[in-house]
């Protein structure tokens, strides 16, 4: 494992296929770099200029990514496992195959997201208050996710599934969320509002309970 200080020696990592650790770039300018099948463990590239740059195929896991710009970079085919992402934006981001693993993306912006597959994977992720306004996710599996006060406005969730999931506050404004499994999630306070939201969505007897309730109806056993 190669300890680095400059964002040469973390080019030169990369295109060796040498393994980094402890690497300390924060705000570095790696704009448009080939920094394809990186492979990073800890260290911080907080705030870094990663406008453009390809990480297809990087690896990199414990590292700070916090306030990172990841605006349109090719994350394709990439995990990201244990890496705070909090505050990065990676609108226009490709985001094909790409894993996330347990993440910190409290207020990430993930608007326009391109490239998305069916592999695309967002597992035990923290995502509080982040964006993912139009982010076309159809079909997809979402599991073990906190997505409370997340903006999900206009979003694409047609038959996708989420598995143990938090979505408390989420905005759903104009979703499209037909198909949507939202069974075993934890869907915070339901409101008269609740049934437009969640318009076309599969949810359980619990769920469906809690909704008539709160529109002031009674269910009983015939």
Known sequence: MTAVTTAEDLLAAARDGVEVGSAVLDET???????????????SLAGADLRGVRLDRARITGTSLAGADLREADLTDA???????????????TLGDTRFTGCRMIGTILRGLRGLTASFVLDD????????????MRGLRIADCDLSEADLSGADLRDIRFERCRLRG?????????????RGCDLGEVTPDTPRELRGAIVSPTQA???CAALGLTVLEP
């Open 79 to 93: 995990v990201l496992s244990g890496v705070d992402l909090s505050g990065a934006r990676l609108a226009g981001a």
């Open 170 to 182: 989420t905005v759903l404004r104009s979703t499209r969320l037909e198909g949507a499994d939202l």
């Open 125 to 136: 992720c923290s995502l509080q208050l982040a964006d993912l306004r139009d982010v076309a």
């Open 209 to 211: 309970g809690a909704i």
């Open 29 to 43: 300018d790696l704009r448009e770099t080939d920094l394809a099948g990186l492979v990073l463990r800890g260290g």
